[in-house]
């Protein structure tokens, strides 16, 4: 039960889906030139700290769930999802754990006794980074519409498969940056988190990723 609890509450960190005109695909010259940009970025890229805004969209519930908090992120897999409203909320993977604490209440999951948790976890760090072009564990489609780029992944592996129908993370078309990610589920309800005023290479102490 404590598995599942974790395993859906990474679901929701994750992101996912837009249906693709085919006039606004990308070609295979552009999709190469398009990752060889985002990867430079995402190797120079040390930290972020960034404001986000998740919203959760449930079929069965007339609205939708908002979620308003700051992300921390410091190479090579250090993040941390601090929810600030409606309530006090902290997630954070360091060190091949994840840490949750839940309004006072702690707990604590060795990422290396779960394969799909580790999985997760790769997935987390390399999404907000920008750097997860893996054409061997997903089918990625890529567009340009207006003033970002998306690109679209579907997951080979079965047990992703499970969890995640697909996901989007949408780049601003002249940083290269990632600005949203959406994650569609199987059964069609979606999580979206939007990034706000982002800031890269920013010094970041160890002692932000201790679990208070």
């Not at 996912?16 to 295979?28: E, G, I, P, Y």
Request: hydrophobic residues 40%.
């Amino acid at each position: 039960m404590k598995n599942k609890r974790f395993f859906l509450l990474i679901v929701l960190l994750v992101g996912c889906s837009l249906v693709l005109n085919a006039q606004n695909r990308l070609s295979k010259a552009q999709q190469e030139t398009f990752k060889k940009q985002v990867e430079t970025i995402a190797k120079k890229t040390n930290t972020i700290t960034s404001d986000f805004e998740q919203i959760k969209h449930i079929d069965v519930l007339d609205n939708e769930i908002v979620s308003h908090g700051k992300l921390i992120y410091k190479a090579p897999q250090h993040i941390k999802w601090e929810y600030t409203s409606p309530t006090m909320y902290t997630v954070i993977f360091k060190d091949d754990k994840l840490f949750v604490n839940n309004q006072g209440k702690k707990d604590e999951v060795n990422l290396n006794s779960n394969k799909i948790f580790k999985s997760f976890n790769a997935l987390i760090v390399n999404s907000v980074k920008g750097n997860m072009f893996d054409e061997e564990q997903f089918d990625i489609e890529y567009s340009l519409l207006e003033n970002h780029y998306n690109a679209t992944f579907a997951p080979k592996d079965k047990r992703l498969k499970k969890f995640i129908h697909s996901f989007v993370l949408q780049f601003d078309v002249k940083t290269k940056q990632v600005t949203q990610i959406k994650m569609i589920e199987p059964g069609g309800d979606y999580t979206l988190v939007v990034f706000k005023n982002r800031k890269d290479n920013i010094p970041v102490s160890q002692a932000s990723f201790n679990i208070d």
